[in-house]
């Protein structure tokens, strides 16, 4: 067995490789090496270029944090996304979520660590675009009910309404598992934070 798999060495390391992707298991992870490096190589090898690309193009926005092709990302960029409304998310992929059910006109804030975040920065930025609104879209939980009680008194300086999502998102659901209609119910229905 044991040199079976010595022999098959970049086999193992592919496998070994999607092994580290949260979720999947050495099963999964066999299956999927033995689907694009053999069953269907090509599409391996779009994958492959696909992810390469993404690597050398994409980032986070250095204004908001979402994912940027460029520096600065194409909703940054948009002065008909200033209308005092600022969106803030924890994870870039929520940008996404949101954009999709185009309930949002606004602008964003990606706060993945809100321990680490410049609030600084921030406030300038609040101050700068004229933001007097600023919307919490988080997973309801007690946790992020903290965390945005701890941004509130960072923003506390400004004069900003401050509201949330809440009605139809249940409590300790990742936004990625939220459909669509839910989503766009609970922005519109959002209440003061
Ligand atoms: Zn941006």
């Known amino acids: 067995m ?12 592919l496998v070994n490789a999607l092994e580290k992707i949260p979720t999947i298991g050495k099963k999964s992870a066999r299956k999927m090496a ?3 490096a053999i069953e269907n190589a090509p599409l391996g090898l779009q994958i492959a270029q696909a992810i390469h ?12 944090g979402a994912l940027s092709h460029g520096e600065v990302c194409h909703i940054c960029l948009d002065s008909n996304r200033k209308n005092g409304t600022l969106c ?3 994870h870039p992929k929520d940008v996404f979520l949101i954009e999709e059910i185009g309930e949002f006109h606004g602008v964003y804030c990606v706060i993945e660590d809100y321990k680490h975040c410049d609030f600084t920065e921030l406030i300038k930025r609040v101050k700068e675009e004229n933001i007097q609104e600023v919307i919490f ?7 992020s009910d903290l965390i945005v009680m701890f941004i509130q008194e960072k923003l506390s300086c ?4 401050f509201s949330k999502i809440a009605q139809g998102v ?3 659901v990742s936004l990625d598992n939220i459909d669509h209609f839910s989503l766009a119910r609970a922005f519109n229905a959002r209440v003061n934070a």
């Not at 044991?2 to 390391?13: A, E, I, V, W």
């Not at 879209?137 to 946790?143: G, K, Q, T």
């Not at 400004?158 to 309404?161: G, M, N």
Request: include cysteine; hydrophobic fraction near 35%.
């Open 53 to 64: 690309d993404c690597i050398a193009t994409i980032g986070k926005c250095s204004v908001c």
């Open 137 to 143: 879209a988080f997973m309801p939980s007690l946790e």
């Open 88 to 90: 803030i998310v924890s």
């Open 34 to 36: 033995y689907t694009l």
């Open 158 to 161: 400004l004069h900003l309404k």
């Open 170 to 172: 249940p409590s300790n």
């Open 2 to 13: 044991k040199n079976y798999q010595n022999n098959l060495f970049s086999f193992n390391t």
